[in-house]
T-cell receptor, first 110, second 114 residues
């Protein structure tokens, strides 16, 4: 069983819809990261969370440490949000290694 | 622009050939990582380095070697390429102790072994 599970694997939405992507993990962590990867492109770090909630523009990330769960929300989705969104967790320790989920492919249609 | 630069971006190798992937960062980051990304799987850690002159094995180190002779460069070597090493390779770096915790990724190297 993968230590980091994301749902859904694929998500199709219409422009303007509210999007939620979920991430559950099974190990104790010191931080959780949300990343974005456009098709054929590089990987960009969106958020790092260790508690609570963070917001950047139309993106909101939340984490519940007790329930080992995080969500990434996109408000007023736009076709340019189409990408793979990846959840990654960092366990304790000093080497800052990440364990990645398989990603959620989001397609936003105009 | 500051960031992580990977070279080459694309490469096709024949089975048994060798090659070196270069990762260079200009942010003075201590930590550097090599990952591979395969369809249907999350990124997997090959090797990593916590500072100049140090390297360590990750989840899938077999068939790869690394070196970090200079702080800004992290090299990934394939001594004898195999078709199973066909993948997209990503390098990442991170500043030691940074509370905001951002990782910076390179744009990837798409390697095909035939």
């Amino acid at each position: 069983k993968n230590e980091v599970e994301q749902s859904p694997q694929n998500l199709t939405a219409q422009e303007g819809e509210f999007i939620t992507i979920n991430c559950s993990y099974s190990v104790g962590i010191s931080a959780l990261h949300w990343l974005q990867q456009h098709p054929g492109g590089g990987i960009v770090s969106l958020f790092m969370l260790s508690s609570g909630k963070k917001k950047h523009g139309r993106l909101i990330a939340t984490i519940n440490i007790q329930e080992k769960h995080s969500s990434l929300h996109i408000t007023a989705s736009h076709p340019r949000d189409s990408a793979v969104y990846i959840c990654a967790v960092r366990s304790g320790g000093s080497n800052y290694k990440l364990t990645f989920g398989k990603g959620t492919l989001l397609t936003v249609n105009p | 622009n500051a960031g992580v630069t990977q070279t080459p971006k694309f490469r096709v190798l024949k089975t048994g050939q060798s090659m070196t992937l270069l990762c260079a960062q200009d942010m003075n980051h201590e930590y550097m990582y090599w990952y591979r990304q395969d369809p249907g799987m999350g990124l997997r850690l090959i090797h990593y380095s916590v500072g100049e002159g140090t390297t360590a094995k990750g989840e899938v180190p077999d068939g790869y070697n690394v070196s970090r002779l200079k702080k800004q460069n992290f090299l990934l070597g394939l001594e004898s390429a195999a078709p199973s090493q066909t993948s997209v390779y990503f390098c990442a770096s991170r500043e030691q102790g940074a509370l905001h915790g951002g990782y910076t990724f390179g744009s990837g190297t798409r390697l095909t072994v035939v």
